[in-house]
């Protein structure tokens, strides 16, 4: 108990800072629901007449169906909104650079990991409430959910929320010793939705985008939300997913403590704030 109390005001406090910098205006909280739904709208109106006109259905039973059709791209666009949420919020990290706060991370008392982790939380939630609620409203009212027991909501709960947690520290981590964080952010931008599966199954990828796609903790997380929301697969038939989704987590924890350590050892030796 003695060492969660401090972490959970590191929690608390980077929240607080993040919603002062980028959520204090309703406007904000605006556009978290309609830039998402806008996406949605045009990826549905954009494969639907590709569906419905041509032998797609014979090869993707699912895309026949207009409301099952938009369940899979609304569980997409919510997976997604989660991921790349902590990359936005990587980016403004890494503009402390600029700013001159970035030193204040390390002159702090602070756990490094901590902070990281704090710093994606605080984004996620912030980001990513608004269009959970809409998404749950829209899939209960039209009625395409399929679950084979009321706990597997659990199971989709943690198999959002802890990849992408691991997955904002890996890129906090990542961002914050890097001199131009413009680039990884163009790069998993549109690619990231695209070698993930977000608008289009898995199968209808090519084999080397498949591969890829497998590196990215997104591409685990839909299959697993869509198997247990869509189609009621049972824990047992979602394991092997599950125990990938856990071990890629763990990964990039690992890697976020070992570019933090490492990054910050360099600084120490070079006073470059850097890791080349």
């Known amino acids: 108990m003695s060492g969660l109390r401090p972490a959970l005001r590191i929690f608390a406090a980077e929240a607080l800072k993040q919603h002062r910098r980028l959520f204090g205006q309703p406007l ?12 949605l709208a045009t990826t549905y109106y954009t494969l639907r007449p590709v569906a419905t006109a041509s032998p797609a259905a014979a090869h993707w039973p699912l895309s026949a169906d207009p409301h099952r059709l938009l369940a899979f791209l609304a569980t997409g666009t ?10 936005q919020s990587a980016w403004h990290l890494s503009f ?30 912030q980001n990513a409430w608004l269009l959970t609620c809409f998404t749950a409203a829209a899939l209960l009212g039209f009625g395409t959910l399929s679950v084979a027991a009321w706990w597997m909501y659990g ?13 904002g520290a890996f890129l906090n981590s990542l961002l914050v010793f890097s001199r131009d964080s413009a680039f990884l952010y163009t790069i998993l931008d549109e690619p990231l939705w695209f070698v993930s599966g977000v608008r289009l199954p898995n199968f209808a990828l090519p084999a080397a985008v498949r591969v890829i796609g497998t590196a990215f903790p997104l591409t685990a997380s839909l299959t697993a939300i869509r198997g247990a929301l869509l189609n009621a697969e049972p824990l047992s038939a979602l394991a092997p997913t599950l125990t990938w989704l ?13 570019l933090l350590r490492v990054g910050e050892a360099r600084s120490q030796r070079t006073g470059r704030l850097t890791l080349i």
């Open 28 to 39: 904000v909280v605006f556009s978290m629901l309609v830039w998402p739904v806008l996406q």
């Open 78 to 87: 919510l997976a997604y909104a989660f991921f790349f949420s902590l990359v």
């Open 96 to 125: 402390e650079r600029t700013t001159g706060t970035l030193e204040l991370l390390f002159l702090s008392p602070a756990g490094r990991l901590t902070l990281m982790l704090a710093n994606g939380a605080g984004a996620l939630v």
């Open 155 to 167: 199971v989709v709960i943690l198999a959002l929320l802890v990849p992408a947690v691991a997955w």
């Open 246 to 258: 856990t071990a890629l987590s763990a990964l990039l924890l690992a890697a976020a403590a070992l």
